[in-house]
C-alpha cells in the first residue's frame, strides 16, 4: 500500500469510526482504486453502508471481503448481521455456523465470544419471531453454550421452550437464572408463569408475592397474582367452599410512587381458569 493510500485509508477509518460514513466511502473507495484485495477495506466499506442502510451494497462488500479473507470473524459477524436484517436467515445461519466451526474452541477471546454469542441469540430471536421455535431453542442454546453467564439468552431460551411446549425444561433454564443472578426478576416472573401452566398455582403464586417482597413496583407480577389469586377464590366459591380457607398471603402494597408502568416485553396474560 502506498502512503497515499495508507494516508487515505486511515481517513476512512476515522471518518467511520466518527460516524461519517459518506466520509469514510469517499476515502476508502480511493484505496480501493490501488488496492483492491485488502479485505479490512472492504469489511469498512461494508460497515459503512450498512450505517447508512444500504444493506445489499453492505453484503456485497462484507462478501469480498470474505473471499479474500474466509477467517475474517469480524466480517463474518458483521455479514451474519447484515443477512439477518436482509430476512436471509439461512445465510445467516450458515455463517454464524462457519464462524464457530472454524475458530477451536476456547482460542477466542471473551469480546469475540460474547459477539457470537449475540450473533446466535439475534438469530434466535427472528426464529421466534418467525414462529420457528425449534430452530430459535437450538439457536439460544448455542448462544449460552458459548457464553453460559448471558442470563437474558437463557431467559429467552427459557420462554421458547415454554413456547413449544417444553414446560418443564423451561423451569430448568430459569432456575439457572435465578443461580446465577437472583435479582433477575424477569426469570421469576416467567418462571411463576410456567408453574402457572402446569397447574402448579401455589407455586405459582409463591413465586409472584416472593418477587413483590423484592420490587412492589413490579405491576406484571401483581397483576399474575391479582388474577389467579381472584380466579382461585372464585373457584373455591362455585365448589360451595369459604373463600377465606385460601392460605394464600396478600402481596405487599404498591410503593407510594410506582416509577415504571409495566411494560415488560413477554408479559403473558393469565386467562380465567378454574383450579
Known amino acids: 500500500m502506498s ?3 495508507r494516508a487515505s485509508y486511515e481517513r476512512g477509518r476515522e471518518r467511520l469510526e466518527r460516524g461519517d460514513p459518506e466520509g469514510a466511502l469517499e476515502c476508502l473507495g480511493r484505496v480501493l482504486e490501488s488496492c483492491p484485495r485488502y479485505a479490512d477495506v472492504h469489511y469498512m466499506v461494508g460497515l459503512a453502508r450498512e450505517s447508512q442502510g444500504e444493506l445489499d451494497a453492505a453484503a456485497d462488500a462484507l462478501e469480498r471481503a470474505l473471499d479474500i479473507n474466509p477467517g475474517y470473524v469480524e466480517a463474518q459477524l ?11 436467515f439461512e445465510r445467516a445461519r450458515e455463517i454464524a ?21 449475540n450473533l446466535q441469540a439475534r438469530l434466535g430471536d427472528a426464529y421466534r419471531e418467525a414462529g420457528e421455535l425449534r430452530e430459535a431453542i437450538e439457536a439460544y442454546r448455542k448462544a449460552v453454550d458459548r457464553c453460559p453467564g ?6 429467552r431460551l427459557g420462554i421458547a421452550l415454554r413456547e413449544a411446549g417444553l414446560p418443564s425444561q423451561a423451569i430448568g433454564e430459569f432456575r439457572r437464572v435465578l443461580r ?5 426478576l424477569e426469570s421469576a416472573v416467567q418462571l411463576g408463569l410456567t ?5 402448579r398455582t401455589a407455586e405459582a403464586l409463591a413465586e409472584w408475592h416472593a418477587v413483590l417482597e423484592r420490587d412492589p413496583s413490579r405491576e406484571d407480577a401483581r397483576m399474575y397474582h391479582r388474577l389467579v389469586r381472584a380466579s382461585r377464590e372464585a373457584a373455591k366459591l362455585r365448589a360451595g367452599k369459604p373463600a377465606q380457607a385460601a392460605p394464600t398471603p396478600e402481596p405487599p402494597p404498591r410503593p407510594a410512587k410506582v416509577p415504571r408502568p409495566a411494560t415488560h416485553p413477554n408479559a403473558i396474560t393469565v386467562p380465567d381458569l378454574e383450579i
Open 3 to 5: 502512503r497515499e493510500a
Open 78 to 88: 458483521a455479514l451474519a448481521s447484515v443477512s439477518e436484517r436482509l430476512g436471509r
Open 97 to 117: 455456523e462457519g464462524a464457530r466451526v472454524k475458530v477451536a474452541p476456547g482460542s477466542l477471546d471473551a469480546t469475540t465470544r460474547g459477539k457470537l454469542a
Open 150 to 155: 448471558f442470563h437474558d439468552i437463557r431467559h
Open 180 to 184: 446465577g443472578n437472583p435479582g433477575y
Open 195 to 199: 408453574y402457572y401452566t402446569l397447574g
